[in-house]
């Protein structure tokens, strides 16, 4: 079992930024994909940035590119998501996610573990 708590959301200026932190529990991460989603109010659960094991390779939804950034460190058994430049269409719950698996994972259903969420609201 993966045991996952997100932190570092809350209420910015557009154009500002939020480091999401991911803290894992129960099994060291270097064994799993971690993923970055959100849910906006009345929007489906998207993916927004995917690393494999060790965040050599990453993926990103087209809307984010260029301005998160995620990167991960196995000792700390953390996964982190940088965010710039945001803005008001980034406000969303994030969830952090992980995959049995070692290679990137950009399916959702991929992902077994979750954590609760961390709200991150930017004003425009």
């Known amino acids: 079992q993966v045991q996952l708590v997100e932190s570092g959301g809350g209420l910015v200026q557009a154009g500002g930024s939020l480091r999401l932190s991911c803290a894992a529990s129960?099994?060291?991460?270097?064994?799993?994909?971690m993923g970055w989603f959100r849910r906006a109010p009345g929007k489906e659960r998207e993916l927004v940035a995917a690393?494999?094991?060790?965040?050599?390779?990453?993926h990103y939804t087209d809307p984010v590119k260029g301005r998160f950034t995620i990167s991960r460190d196995n000792a700390r058994n953390t996964v982190y998501l940088q965010m710039d430049s945001l803005k008001s269409e980034d406000t969303a719950v994030y969830y952090c996610a992980a995959a049995s698996y070692m290679g990137l994972q950009v399916t959702p259903a991929r992902y077994k573990y979750w954590g609760q969420g961390t709200q991150v609201t930017v004003s425009s």
């Open positions: 690393t494999n094991w060790n965040g050599a390779i990453t």
């Open positions: 129960g099994r060291t991460l270097s064994s799993y994909a």
